[in-house]
């Protein structure tokens, strides 16, 4: 089994990387064989998408007719994905939603006729699903009875990542981390953390995608 580790905040010691270190921790007590493919992309950032790749995913002409090597870091990305059995993501809320460098991510995966297919109904995702663990950190309160913001980062993920066909998230909140000290912190992730479910470990289903790897 593969699991594929990304890590989004720019900090070294941090709720979402304890988050996300804490969920592969219990995926590795279930499955002690696994190996982690590891994408850190706090530490290293993943450059904005450039102009040859944008010229690239311009139509439908230019992706069928790529610019030379402007695909090579978006196909070294979903190769990741694929190899994997099951992602698990650690993240900050930045300004509502996901920080800059999970987003440079989601644009180099998601991509016309390889991730995802246009139709007139809407994107149909070319990629077989499977479980992806979400563990977030937000300084403020962005859920339940005490939100005082609103979310646009649990439903941005959902919609993005299913469009590729990644359906199975489950997401793990820690929130007013600007109020928790380190013992109230590791409280917090170990109350996020009692609704993981690992119920489902069968591997997932693959997808063949039409003209895709
Ligand atoms: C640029 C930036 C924007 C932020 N925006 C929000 C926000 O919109 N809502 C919120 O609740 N917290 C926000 N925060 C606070 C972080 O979500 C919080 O500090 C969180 O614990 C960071 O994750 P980490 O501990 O994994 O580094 C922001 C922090 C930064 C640096």
């Known amino acids: 089994m593969k699991i594929l580790h990304i890590d989004c905040s720019p900090r070294l010691d941090s ?11 219990k995926l590795l007590a279930i499955a002690s064989d696994a190996t982690i493919i590891r994408r850190d992309l706090g530490v290293a950032p993943l450059p904005a998408a450039t102009a040859d790749y944008a010229t690239t995913l311009s139509s439908p002409t230019t992706l069928a007719a790529p610019v030379p090597g402007s695909l090579d870091l978006s196909e070294e990305l979903i190769h990741e994905i694929e190899a994997a ?36 109904a809407g994107k149909v995702g070319m ?13 403020g309160t962005f859920s339940g009875e005490r939100a005082n913001q609103p979310d646009f980062l649990t439903s941005y993920l959902s919609a993005v990542l299913g469009s590729m066909g ?36 069968s591997p ?4 063949v995608a039409a003209g895709g790897a």
């Open 204 to 207: 997932p289903p693959r997808l």
């Open 166 to 201: 990644l359906k199975s998230l489950q997401f793990f909140p820690v929130q007013a981390t600007a109020f928790l000290d380190a013992e109230q912190g590791a409280i917090a992730r170990d109350a996020a953390l009692a609704m993981l479910d690992l119920a489902d470990m």
């Open 15 to 25: 709720h979402s990387r304890a988050l996300s270190a804490a969920i592969v921790g």
């Open 127 to 139: 990629i077989g699903d499977r479980p992806v663990f979400i563990g977030i950190a937000s300084g």
């Open 85 to 120: 059995d099951m992602i698990v993501i650690g993240t900050p809320m930045h300004n509502l939603t996901v920080p800059a460098v999970l987003k440079a991510w989601i644009d180099q995966i998601m991509r016309a006729g390889r991730t995802f297919r246009s139709t007139p």
